[in-house]
């Protein structure tokens, strides 16, 4: 959060991760104790970068559209309204169809 004005998520500082996939920084690590959110767009087809953090926990809550998120190598399918938990080392990404577009908002929470 830039200010203390209310603000879109676009507005926010953004980052890439993937080929057409847009990351933004709506609650940046620092800025409100040991929590820090994003707000992310993935453009079908698109995979996100695997990964898995050692130092947060996170968790997604689906905004718009649907895709599929893997945990653990375990596809699961996704779309608005729901809400998914990444325990600590869970090896997770996304998969976006060709035509289908995911929004998610992630928390972490920092050990």
């Known amino acids: 959060m830039g200010s203390d004005s209310p603000q879109r998520f676009t507005d926010c500082e953004s980052y ?3 080929s057409r996939n847009a990351y933004y920084k709506i609650i940046p690590k620092g ?3 040991n929590v820090a959110a994003g707000y992310v767009v993935v453009e079908g087809p698109e995979t996100t ?5 050692t130092q947060w926990e996170q ?4 905004i718009a559209g649907s895709g599929t998120l893997v945990l653990d190598g375990r ?5 608005a309204g ?14 976006v169809a060709s035509g289908e577009r995911l929004e998610y908002i992630y928390v972490n929470r920092f050990l």
């Open 49 to 53: 970068p695997p990964n898995a953090h």
């Open 59 to 62: 968790a997604y809550f689906i």
């Open 16 to 18: 890439q991760e993937g």
């Open 75 to 79: 596809p699961h399918r996704v779309e």
């Open 31 to 33: 800025t409100m104790g």
């Open 82 to 95: 729901m809400v998914a938990r990444i325990p600590l080392e869970t090896e997770h990404y996304v998969e």
